[in-house]
């Protein structure tokens, strides 16, 4: 198998088969029941000695896309669907994205060298954690744990965006009633009805309608 190294990202290559195709432009597949998405991928930053060779080897076993990164990039890649990565002191700054969103799920690996630093890994916000040395049901079990975990937080993160976007609609739509109830002596109930009818004829959200007639307002006065 040829070398892929990148040079942003260290001494990396696939290992266990070619890099997997853009998966926006594949043919989705239903996984079954606790099994991994076809094209799933795996980034793995540790060192390659024996333990990181039998994490390797169990990953591949998992039939993953992985990739080992060595030594460990200024910051830690994101077109990963998991990323297992060594802890060390200086990774929470290594982690490009902030607490709660995300890109991968990110899996912490404790070679046993150094006191469990318990703040460290709460730091590193991470979806699992595998001490060395580990077994095969150990990498089994903390990849899918991780990868739940990592969807978990995915979905409540959509949920909050959403809740707050709902927010900022019920702020406008409110303002623009006051403005309405103000300009045009309408009553709470006509202003409303104004706002909906004008969305459901332009084909809009009424957070586009209410939003519009506030920026008239300010731009008239």
């Given at each position: 198998m040829p070398d892929m190294s990148r040079a942003d990202y260290g001494h990396d290559r696939w290992i266990g088969g070619q890099m997997p195709e853009n998966r926006a432009g594949a043919e989705e597949r239903v996984p079954k029941q606790g099994a991994l998405p076809a094209e799933f991928t795996v980034a793995v930053i540790v060192e390659r000695d024996d333990n990181g060779e039998f994490l390797i080897r169990e990953l591949q076993r998992q039939?993953?896309?992985?990739?080992?990164?060595?030594?460990?990039?200024?910051?830690?890649?994101?077109?990963?669907?998991?990323?297992?990565?060594?802890?060390?002191?200086?990774?929470?700054?290594?982690?490009?994205?902030?607490?709660?969103?995300?890109?991968?799920?990110?899996?912490?690996?404790?070679?046993?060298?150094?006191?469990?630093?318990?703040?460290?890994?709460?730091?590193?916000?991470?979806?699992?954690?595998?001490?060395?040395?580990?077994?095969?049901?150990?990498?089994?079990?903390?990849?899918?744990?991780?990868?739940?975990?990592?969807?978990?937080?995915?979905?409540?993160?959509?949920?909050?965006?959403?809740?707050?976007?709902?927010?900022?609609?019920?702020?406008?739509?409110?303002?623009?009633?006051?403005?309405?109830?103000?300009?045009k002596n309408l009553s709470e109930e006509e202003a409303y009805n104004f706002l909906r009818k004008q969305a459901m004829e332009k084909r809009v959200t009424i957070g586009a309608v209410a939003a519009a007639v506030i920026d008239s307002h300010e731009l008239l006065s």
């Open positions: 039939r993953v896309a992985v990739r080992h990164i060595w030594p460990k990039p200024a910051q830690i890649p994101l077109q990963y669907d998991a990323i297992f990565c060594q802890l060390s002191d200086d990774l929470p700054q290594r982690i490009p994205w902030v607490p709660g969103e995300p890109s991968s799920a990110l899996i912490l690996v404790d070679d046993g060298k150094a006191p469990l630093n318990l703040k460290l890994i709460h730091n590193c916000a991470a979806h699992g954690l595998l001490h060395y040395p580990a077994t095969s049901r150990m990498i089994q079990s903390v990849l899918m744990l991780g990868r739940e975990h990592f969807q978990y937080e995915r979905r409540l993160r959509g949920r909050i965006d959403k809740l707050d976007e709902n927010l900022r609609t019920m702020r406008l739509v409110e303002r623009a009633k006051a403005l309405l109830i103000r300009l």
